[in-house]
DNA sequence: CGATTCGTTGAATTGAGTCAACGAGAGTGG
DNA sequence: CCACTCTCGTTGACTCAATTCAACGAATCG
């Protein structure tokens, strides 16, 4: 039970130190993150030859950055274990939360076009960070059309990504916005083969309300009222998903054609 | 005369028609949009292989559709004159305007990922429109790595652009979103040498809303209140900045560090 | 274990939305 | 050329969701 309990935790919160252990020598081709990490399109050829570029750094932890805005840009990075926040200051110096990264997926090509990263990448809790040259990504690329394809594809899903958030901060209420944060964590972790109702926010309130641009007492209202009508379970950043159903109505309203 | 200035008009307005002239024909090499569609970085010979891939189709006018979502994505675009709108409809059936584009811009990576488009884009007016097979140009890419890296810087650009206007949704007010938008499309024309503070706003209020967050009724009080206090001018479409300095400075108020 | 940050709740305020009316232009057809 | 329609933009009055201000309890961390 215990172990089991360990292995849930494993790329959840605690994990970076089981790292150490076994995670921290893995080739690509055994990391079960894989999947979502690298495309299906890389075949073996390719995974071989993208293992031999992965520096597999020691763990951050928390509050470490992964890369800050304005550092030259080098390298994209898988995530490991561990959750990672991306902020970018605005001009006027505040802080602009663009996104949260779970264990498989990739940060840092926001760099690209100039050369420099726009944004900040810091680790929420402890975390294990792949760190890919894009140099090498580059020459990859051009052997493998399928390493270049997956990289195009990574850049384009960001920008659907981002178009999708855009949406939401255009449109919706307070509480359309946090279901769909809430669905989205619970589809990521479906993709990793974790619970889709049960888990834990790596982020703070603070961090959700900035990301989702609302105030902290807003979401915090929200995530009452939600466990006042038995939608969700919150105790504290543990939450549980009591009617999923009832979630992804708030989202999709009925249709008033 | 007559022919500078049709010239003149070629990437502003009702070129489309004119194209048949001279710009239908014309070269990557020489059109003179170049600077801004394709990359510094593309030199002579990727130049030359570029203009065999490229298709310069028959003008689009008012309200057609350069490529509609879901439409398999087969190339991207590159917009020679003329204006255009990228949307999608939400879930619930609402339209979300994602972006203007401008002559020299490029558009259609979204459909890179899922080699369908997430969006959909029309012309705001009779628009000119350069299409490129994607096919071509990944093979091209793998051939000329300066112009893979372009197509990097592209789509990264997308996803910086994207995180500024999330930014700008979830932090700003209706006045600075307005005052954002105008200088956005001021410095667009300084890329292009057109005029940086008297301009036509080639959409309507209501996508200009759409866009932003705002409603048609805020679009136009803001506007109105912009004028009364001399900041602008504005005659329906046709806007004259008449204090540059302040919308930068409704844009980026005093930092109350 | 105290300090400091984080989260929750309440009461008052407000910026933008909604509803509604109207005017200006663009296009159509007699 | 005028009348008619339809869409687009503007303005006013009212409403409301979310913010702000404030206070306090809970968690986390040297």
């Known amino acids: 039970m215990q172990s089991i309990m360990a292995e849930q935790l494993s790329d959840n919160t605690t994990t970076a130190l089981n790292c150490r252990g076994s995670a921290f020598q893995t080739k690509c081709g055994n990391c079960r993150l894989n999947a979502i990490c690298l495309p299906i399109a890389v ?57 949260f990264y779970f264990p498989g997926e990739i940060i840092g090509m926001d760099g690209i076009s100039q050369n ?23 020459s990859l690329s051009t052997r493998f059309p399928s390493m270049q394809r997956h990289l195009f594809s990574l850049m384009s899903q960001e920008i659907i990504q981002d178009q999708q958030l855009i949406t939401l901060l255009s449109k919706n209420t307070a509480e359309e916005r946090i279901s769909a944060l809430i669905l989205s964590i619970s589809d990521r972790n479906a993709a990793r083969k974790l619970s889709t109702t049960s888990f834990r926010l790596p982020m703070s309130r603070t961090d959700i309300g900035n990301y989702l641009g609302l105030t902290v007492e807003t979401v915090s209202r929200v995530f009452s009222r939600f466990q006042k009508n038995n939608i969700l379970e919150v105790n504290n950043k543990e939450i ?18």
């Open 43 to 99: 075949q073996e050829p390719d995974l071989d030859a993208l293992d031999t570029v992965v520096h597999r750094n020691k763990p951050l932890r928390k509050g470490d950055h992964v890369f800050r805005e304005n550092d030259n840009f080098n390298s994209i990075y898988a995530i490991r274990s561990g959750f990672v926040k991306a902020y970018r200051l605005t001009d006027d110096g505040k802080e602009q939360v663009t996104g």
């Open 116 to 138: 420099k990263h726009s944004i900040s990448a810091k680790a929420l809790e402890t975390a294990a960070i792949c760190e890919i040259p894009f140099d090498d990504i580059e």
């Open 240 to 257: 549980t998903i009591l009617d999923l159903e009832a979630i992804r109505s708030i989202i999709s309203p009925q249709q008033e054609a």
